[in-house]
């Protein structure tokens, strides 16, 4: 009865660990900075990419894509024309989809970092399909997500593989290791 006993309690441990984790919260409160610590602090292979703001003399002025395997280019900027705006920046949708897209397949035992599913790179059919295949796979997903959002981002936040971390001042700068952790976590049971 004992094995049975340790069986069930692993099986209630693995359950309740979601595979999928995911930092939201207000405009800088520090997501991204959280991201790149924990891409810093892995310990195994992980592809994907993250976002920077660009700024120029103190302004922001777009907003750049870099891959783990050292591609970028601009997910959205001032001076790029597109059907696509967030308030003055044009958004790339080639660059969402030949930069970020390839950028968030599965590749076994990898870890995908996926910064972010926002407003901008859900103009792109192709990269929701993306995302959504990131997080149906067996991979370990660690992203940011934006706080408020459409139909899509809201079905992604009720998914109940994903757990959702909102980043604070208070918490910032104690999050990298507190998810390195739950990673770690996700791995032993995987």
């Known amino acids: ?10 099986r209630n441990i693995f359950m309740s660990i979601k595979k999928n984790i995911f930092l939201t919260g207000a405009p800088s409160s520090g997501k991204t ?14 592809n994907g990419f993250y ?15 870099k891959t783990l395997d050292g591609k970028k280019g601009y997910l959205a900027h001032q001076d790029i024309v597109s059907g696509f705006h967030i ?8 660059n969402i ?12 035992n990898h870890c995908v970092i996926l910064d972010e599913i926002g407003k901008m ?8 399909q993306a995302a959504l295949h990131a997080l149906d ?4 997903v660690i992203g940011t997500i934006t706080f408020g959002g459409d139909e899509f981002i809201q079905e ?3 998914r109940n593989d994903i757990e959702i971390i909102e980043v604070t001042m208070e918490n910032r700068d104690s999050l990298p290791e507190i998810i390195v952790q739950k990673i770690l976590s996700v791995r032993r049971f995987q």
């Open 87 to 94: 308030r003055r920046y044009g958004v790339s949708i080639e």
């Open 121 to 128: 790179e859900c103009f792109s059919g192709v990269f929701k």
């Open 156 to 158: 992604i936040k009720k």
């Open 51 to 65: 976002t920077e703001e660009e700024r120029i003399e103190g302004k922001r002025v777009g907003f750049l894509m």
């Open 97 to 108: 989809e030949t930069i970020a897209v390839p950028s968030i397949a599965p590749v076994k």
């Open 1 to 10: 009865m004992e094995n049975q006993e340790k069986t069930n309690v692993l």
């Open 33 to 46: 900075t959280v991201i790149k610590k924990i891409i810093a602090r892995l310990d195994f292979p992980a």
């Open 137 to 140: 796979s067996p991979n370990i």
